[in-house]
């Protein structure tokens, strides 16, 4: 799935899947996020080794990973990943981030409409989303594509510099996100 897509501001972006040979790329967008950012993320994706380990998923079947590129730069990445066990074999995990000077201007909402097709065209049911407390932003964007908060876990994970997290669980049955008008 390659297309260009333009944003709200007038700037085109390529969207893409992630490629083998994007170690340099991937890892640049990722060290460009401020550091209070990045410690709310899962991995540490400024360490060399998680980046070849993305790379790698991104080659597999239980993983898509879509990045966006403005002036030959990563700007955006999201991924959907199938739940890996057979009592969530219809369900999938959106994963987004966007560069700071390409948010509120559709691009995390164009992403993430791209991965309900994929999910769509996978026969998947349902999406879920698990965010920190502090990533305020992306839930916002999800509660406008017709997510609803689920669950709070309060002090459930650590973030990357080891303080306690509240983890919110966000989802969505794919029907309802396939009938937005933006899906056909």
Known sequence: ?????????????????LGVDDFELSRAFFQGLD??????LRRD????????ERLREAQTYPVVRLVALHDEAIVADGSLEHERYGWGDRAAQIRLIV????RRI?????????????????DLERINVRILRP?????GIFHQLGFREDYVLPNYVRDLDGKLQDLIILRCDLSVLCEG???K
């Not at 799935?1 to 899947?17: F, Q, S, Y």
């Open 45 to 52: 994706v400024t360490d060399p080794e998680v980046v070849r």
């Open 106 to 122: 559709g691009l995390g909402s164009s992403l993430a409409r791209l991965l309900y097709v994929i999910a769509n065209q996978r």
């Open 135 to 139: 990533q305020a932003a992306c839930s």
């Open 99 to 102: 560069a700071p000077g390409f």
């Open 1 to 17: 799935m390659v297309r260009t897509i333009v944003l709200k501001d007038g700037r085109a972006v390529l969207i893409r899947p």
């Open 35 to 40: 550091a209070e950012e990045r410690q709310n």
């Open 181 to 183: 008008p933006d899906l």
